[in-house]
């Protein structure tokens, strides 16, 4: 018998299954989760707030909301036995953005019983590529009792 994957959880049921939600970074950098699937994550994050010293999207911004993404990611392909683990991530920088709110689509480049790699494009309101990264977990089993 072939086993089934598990259900992909709702937005809301997978922040319900995590310890702190978000986590405290992307709380302060208000981060919104608006798709969980095992084939796409999105969020969203303003840009206000995350600026960098002359008004600009900072870019660390950008890498740590592709690293949530691919994380997530990561960690719904992983679940429930194994857990993921971050090993690298990169960034390209494309353009500036001043205001607004920037969008994040993760898609999966690889999804292997070891590791899985995420391209995440970060785009501004007009659509514009602002950032490209990609992200790869380790997947390593989950501790014994969660």
Not at 34 to 42: F, K, L, S, Y
Request: contains cysteine; charged residues 15%; proline residues 7%.
């Amino acid at each position: 018998m072939t086993e089934q994957p598990a259900p992909t959880p709702s937005v809301e049921e997978f922040l319900a299954a995590m310890p702190e939600g978000m986590g405290g970074l992307n709380d302060k950098m208000g981060v919104e989760l608006v798709e969980v699937g095992p084939d796409r994550i999105v969020a969203t994050m303003p840009v206000a707030g995350n600026t960098q010293p002359y008004g600009l999207l900072h870019g660390g911004a950008s890498v740590a909301l592709a690293e949530t993404l691919g994380s997530i990611g990561s960690a719904l392909h992983a679940w429930p036995d194994r857990v993921a683990v971050g090993v690298d991530i990169n960034a390209t920088h494309h353009r500036a953005v001043r205001s607004g709110t920037v969008t994040a689509v993760a898609t999966p480049a690889h999804r292997g019983r070891s590791s899985a790699t995420w391209e995440v494009v970060v785009s501004d309101e007009q659509g514009r590529r602002v950032c490209t990264s990609r992200i790869t977990c380790m997947l390593v089993a989950a501790a014994p009792g969660g």
